[in-house]
């Protein structure tokens, strides 16, 4: 069915939550599902696919990078007729405002990739956003869970350490946070028409340079994965 991901047929849910880390696949099928089954390990991207609630979901690694996304998110959309795609990531605050262990959502995403640049040509400032529907019912949740929440405007960087980026200017426009991967998930989803949302867990503050213990965001992780798998099981 795909080249980097070995599920059979009907094997991947229509519903899919997308960390960047295999591991974290593997934390929330075993948190979270009922009788969770892995059906990928190639190149150790593990993927499983369980019950929430009653509902079928998957969960996918989906690597470091906006390449490697657009990879796995692709071949989710095409190969196995994925519907709806959350990535649950960890991203670094811009704003002050914004605390470590805050969620964010993005509702678009900047990016100093060439990605979209690429599909369009250089006439196209093409503008990747997340799903309206997916957004709306991901807010509900986070209120109902009363976990801290933002939503807006995020970065995703081709590269993570870049002293050339001006973080500064980019956070007088109102960008939330930075992270690596919205981008090439919202061109995906947008080219197949499928609905798309990133969700994060501020894992540290790039302008006060604060940042959490590891242990820390372990247990924040699970808040924002809560918050997408409510969102996600919803038609």
């Known amino acids: 069915m795909s080249h980097h991901i070995a599920a059979k047929p009907g094997e991947v849910a229509e519903r899919v939550l997308m960390p960047g880390d295999p591991l974290r696949a593997k934390h929330i099928a075993e948190t979270f599902f009922e009788k969770p089954m892995l059906y990928s390990d190639i190149r150790n991207m593990l993927g499983y696919t369980g019950l929430y609630k009653g509902v079928p979901v998957s969960v996918q690694g989906s690597g470091m990078g906006m390449p490697s996304m657009h990879i796995y998110a692709s071949e989710l959309i095409s ?10 990531g960890t991203c670094g605050a811009l704003q002050r405002y914004i605390n470590v262990r805050d969620v964010v959502m993005a509702t678009a995403s900047t990016t100093d990739s060439n990605i979209c640049r690429n599909t369009f040509g250089a ?39 870049d002293d050339e980026l001006d973080l500064k200017k980019l956070a007088s426009y109102g960008v939330l946070a930075a992270e690596m991967e919205a981008a090439a998930l919202y061109l995906a989803a947008a080219k197949q028409n499928v609905e798309a949302l990133a969700i994060f867990t501020v894992s540290n503050h790039l302008l006060t340079h604060e940042s959490t213990p590891a242990r820390d965001r372990e247990r924040t992780f699970d808040d924002m994965a809560r918050i997408a798998l409510e969102t996600i099981i919803q038609d």
């Open 79 to 88: 190969g196995y007729d994925a519907k709806k795609i959350i990535r649950v």
């Open 123 to 161: 006439g196209i400032s093409f503008a990747p956003c997340a799903s309206f529907n997916l957004l709306e019912k991901a807010v509900h949740a986070a209120r109902e869970l009363k976990v801290p929440f933002h939503v807006g405007n995020v970065l995703a960087q081709d590269k993570l350490y």
